[in-house]
């Protein structure tokens, strides 16, 4: 097996050799600027984890792993946009460095460049990885659309909001570890199994996502603090605050999420009074773990040595004690 | 040989049993909205007659038919956003009549599903059916970027124009008749001698539309008379305007050009009148017989009988003597 860190530089000199120097330089140019952002590099490496754990060669699904990564970086590119962001990885964001169009257009050439990566598997499995890919590419879709309606909504129940982040978060770091397993020459049952760990992982990340917006460190996460908050997005913490608040506090937390005219800040320190009075933030670690738990029960699964396994367990658990 | 109505009936049937009705419906809505738009159908009439110009079976080109058709759309709901334009073949476009990021999302939704439909292909081309395809969409990106630096600089020459036309609209014109052919059973020379008749006539179609933009039936067009004039773009017809205009002229059509406080329907009268007076409209129809007339060159040297080649000429005529 390859170190993590070999695997890691093999994704960022892959990346940095995109061949994106191709004209109009405006069109180009914000995909260069977006993808050396840099970022984990998390969905890459669990496609060579996926690959190798079944014995594959990490060269045949190196470029693959490269077109998911520029289908995440894609989603975010949009993402950003629909939601307003200012900063990415504590840098200007494409629509706010160039404009809303050069971000859509560029956004739309970065997809072309993943289909022509995911394309790039070897000829036996193409169809099928292509198959992961796209439909899990749509579901992102689905999640994204899912979370922009929760954020005007009153009042969301939490299953549809852990659907909702399984949908735009966790899905794609399932595909993207069945994708690696199909390219190493797994099963389709084993492959479904991985896709199942990482689904179940990516739910758990999420989660800690939600409480690092609020709880992590500023510099280490990478994001303003607090952007969850400000956008009234209903994380994890605000489902459970709404419900299990008093009606004065309900009330509290209704008049923010109404408040038009507020200091960003302000809105921030209160609402996360109002989380630790409440005690959210364990509960959602709580639920991490149910779904941490789940994952591994789908890893111990698949008929690979335990050895082979240790690897994407300790991933896994990096995940669950990160700071940013 | 099919009937062209019947081939008609064909694709306005898939795309009405295309599956959008999932959730949620925010995503999907929009497109089926956007499909029965209607229009043309050309791309992918032109994939199934490049089809069966081969002898091929309309029944195996007919999902990347649609796939091309649903990339089509895709990039027209996104170019909507960028160009600001308030209608779409006489409707509310997408981000007018939901929002910009509705518009943005179920444009990428469209494109996934694009994806999908064209991986239908039979298994022997499916690998270079999406090559065509890819190497294609990310040619219509570059054209949308060229396009709109375009519209902001002071000077462009015709060759750039040309070469812009041509990535935006007519690469995807050949890209639909090269599918076709190799879904029939063509071999690849004469499958890029297909590509290279709809990539003429692909340019020679655009100047067509830039023709209509100013002097076509508002009705029949379905879109607003003159909005190339109110959003700047250099047509053909503007370029030749301010190559050919004295200096008193080049300073009326320089001052519409950097005017921002206008009367629209003012603005579309006078540069139309300058367009009249310096007789550029027959040098734009001069301009696209010719290149029409090297499609044709190119479609005689396919190895086909006349016969055969009968639909495609027939069609290509009547994009140059619409009114639409």
Redesign the interface.
Known sequence: MIAQHELQRLINDKIARLPLN???H??YEPIRYFMSLGGKRMRPMLVLMGCELFGGKVQDALEPAIGVELFHNF?LL?DD??DNSPLRRSHPTVHEKWS???A??S???M???A??LM?NSP?EV??KV??VF?DN??KV??G???D??YEKAAHIALPSYIRMIELKTAVLLGASLEIGALLGGASEADAELLYEFGRKIGIAFQLQDDILDVYGDEQKFGKQKGRDIVSNKKTFLMIKALEMANSYTQEELRNWLQATNFVEQEKVKAVTAIYNFLGVRDLARKEMMEHYNKGMQALEQIEVSEQRKKDLIAFADSLMVREN
């Open positions: 191709a004209q109009p405006e069109l989603t949009h946009i629909m809303v169009n050069v859509i257009l956004g739309d050439a997809f072309v460049k289909c022509e394309m000829k193409v169809h292509m198959s796209l590419a749509l879709c689905e994204q659309q899912f922009m309606n």
